[in-house]
């Protein structure tokens, strides 16, 4: 195992840190101290946890709306989330829905609403801006999802590739953000604002115009909202050819986080895809940490599908433990990301089985952990058990997070075999003067206490799937 520097540092995203102003009336931004982290204006480190609550499903009235958020907000409030991600672009919040250039007012009103829950609740909302792929004929790819054009604009932009392409369309984009920055640009629970769900998704001829139109969008953003985040996001990271494009996007300067989704989905030709939970979620943040060493990387949308996005994964059915999610949220975060991993299937499948208490068992399981004040390094290790460690190295303080991949989705939910506990394994720290050690075992929401040996050999408790290992000096 490599070296170690440990040492003990109390503070719990942010906290212990002098407050130039209340956390509520700052805006999130990237740390100045690391630029792979997010801080608040006022010096609070800013780790968002949450999964994407991009639109109620089936829900049309207002009072409908506003409910389905209340509810959703405060369960996740409750188990320590902070963050989510809302489309403004469908049917229940979108503004520009009459005619283009008509801006309905009610419908702003509805958004400032959900925004009030959000403050309430201390949670920042990432906006995602659009999301249609046509501007005619693209309805719900789902019965249950939201429709994918946008026929309001047809009697103004014949096409999609006119609306990319010319200075009419893109005064319909910026005409419809000049109307959000007038009403949003100073409302600090705002995370921040992506241009587009999946730009590389829409339907024009030629892909390279996605591209010129993210360069030339992403500082038009900015400059209406200069307080708040302004980010790109593209479709899910599955085949080899979407390597170069993620690089691209990723080390865009005016894109201001490095984004990636990415899915298990058997039909992906990426065979990490294909693979353990663990390993796809880590292994795309790698990926863009290797693009864009000095920027925050985020595993913005993750989850599991049916075969080519068929639809949510039938193993959400099986998976009432929440074994996908476990491993979706803390392998990104200990892979060095500036957040756990933000799932997509809000509803199919976190609320479905009532999964909320694994935010809480993540937020447990770093507190006391702030990575900018320690510039955590991180670092991964197979190790000799076969066990795979992630680890946060920081100055006086390192988190490991320890895997066992002998139990994964394929083991428990396809196979059906029982979860195996792993025996009490060594573990060697070659650092001196380790003060403490701590285990956090995230599946029964326990801490123990360890011992080092003389020889710096910890030994670690039995336990199911993962353990969490907190050096302190």
């Known amino acids: 195992m490599r070296k170690l520097i440990l040492a003990f540092v109390v503070c719990w995203f942010g906290k212990g840190v002098a407050q130039k102003h209340p956390s509520e009336k700052s805006f999130v931004e990237i740390s100045r101290q690391d630029a792979r982290y997010l801080a608040l204006s006022n010096g609070q480190t800013f780790i968002p946890v949450g999964p994407n609550i991009c639109f109620p499903r089936g829900l049309t009235t207002e009072t409908d709306v506003l409910a389905f958020y209340e509810k959703y907000f405060q369960k996740l409030a409750q188990n320590g989330g902070n963050f989510t991600r809302i489309w403004l672009s469908v049917p229940v919040f979108e503004v520009e829905h009459q005619a283009a250039g008509k801006y309905d007012l009610a419908m702003a009103k509805r958004i400032d609403k959900v925004l009030a829950l959000a403050k309430k609740h201390q949670i920042r909302v990432k906006f995602c801006l659009e999301h249609f792929r046509k501007i005619t004929n693209s309805p719900a790819p789902f019965p249950t999802s939201v429709p994918f054009d946008r026929p309001v604009y047809e009697s103004t932009i014949a096409t999609i590739d006119e609306f990319f392409l010319t200075d009419k369309g893109k005064k319909l984009y910026l005409n419809r953000i000049d109307f959000l920055a007038k009403r949003y640009g100073n409302n600090p629970s705002i995370f921040g604002w992506e241009l587009w769900n999946e730009v590389n998704a829409v339907g024009v001829k030629d892909k390279n115009q996605l591209l010129k139109w993210t360069q030339e969008m992403l500082p038009e953003v900015k400059k209406r909202f200069p307080r708040q985040l302004v980010m790109q996001s593209l479709g899910s990271f599955d085949t080899e050819s979407a390597t170069e494009m993620y690089r691209v ?72 433990l929440g074994i996908l999610l476990h491993d979706l949220l803390f392998a990104p975060f200990f892979a060095g990301a500036a957040a756990p991993g933000q799932s997509w299937h809000w509803d199919y499948y976190i609320d479905k089985h009532n999964l909320w208490w694994h935010f809480a068992r993540f937020s447990e399981a770093i507190k006391g952990f702030d990575p900018i004040t320690q510039k955590a390094r991180a670092f991964t290790e197979n190790l000799p058990q076969g066990l795979h460690l992630y680890g946060l190295e920081g100055e006086n303080m390192s988190l490991l997070w320890i895997r066992d991949p002998s139990n994964d989705w394929k083991t428990e939910l396809v196979e059906g075999k029982a979860v195996e506990a792993v025996a009490p394994q060594s573990l060697t720290i070659h650092q001196k003067g380790i003060r403490k050690v701590s285990f956090y075992d995230v599946w029964t929401n326990g801490w123990s206490s360890g011992t080092l040996s003389a020889e710096g050999r910890v030994v670690l408790p039995s336990f199911s799937r993962s353990i969490v290992v907190k050096l302190e000096k």
Do not use: I, W
């Open 249 to 320: 996007y990723s080390q865009l300067p005016t894109n201001q986080l490095a984004q990636v989704h990415r899915y298990l989905d058997l039909g992906a030709s990426l065979e990490v895809c294909k693979g353990p939970m663990e390993v796809l979620a880590s292994n795309a943040v790698l990926t863009l940490r290797a693009f864009c060493p000095d920027k925050p990387v985020l595993l913005s949308e993750v989850g599991a599908v049916e075969p080519r996005h068929a639809g949510p994964s039938k193993l959400y059915e099986k998976d009432t």
